[in-house]
């Protein structure tokens, strides 16, 4: 579980706000608004599903595998938003980036507006789950 942990921390930490940050560069950049979605907009989204994955995996095996004290402190406040966050943003990551994207009616600023959200998201997610 040494390695999940590894993976979902580096990952969620170092590499994600810089995808997030990347994807949004390259999709209001290369947006056009009737265009079939490109490998960006279809591998982007997975990869945040991957994260998320990930991370819930990690969480569920530390509530089964702990004692009270642990299991309190994973299902506690703030950490309990940790999870809560990170599915949350699993999803945006979806919309943001497909037809169902709330913030469509932007035009070409769309995928950048709501991929700056995902990014608070998963900053905010990361503060929560290194600060506990």
Not at 36 to 58: E, H, K, M, N, S
Request: aromatic content about 10%.
């Amino acid at each position: 579980m040494g390695v999940i942990f590894q993976i979902h921390s580096i990952f969620g930490e170092m590499v994600l706000p810089l995808l997030v940050v990347a994807a949004a560069i390259y999709l209001t950049v290369t947006y056009k608004s009737h265009a079939a979605p490109g490998p960006v907009a279809r591998i982007f989204p997975v990869l945040v599903d991957i994260q998320v994955t990930l991370g819930i995996i990690y969480w569920v095996y530390i509530l089964l595998s702990t004692g009270p004290e642990t299991q309190a402190l994973y299902l506690g406040f703030p950490f309990i938003l940790h999870p809560i966050i990170g599915i949350l943003a699993a999803g945006l990551a979806h919309m943001a980036v497909g037809k169902r994207n709330p913030l469509r009616s932007l035009g070409r600023w769309a995928p950048l507006a709501s991929l700056s959200v995902l990014l608070v998201l998963v900053i905010s997610n990361v503060l929560i789950g290194v600060g506990t």
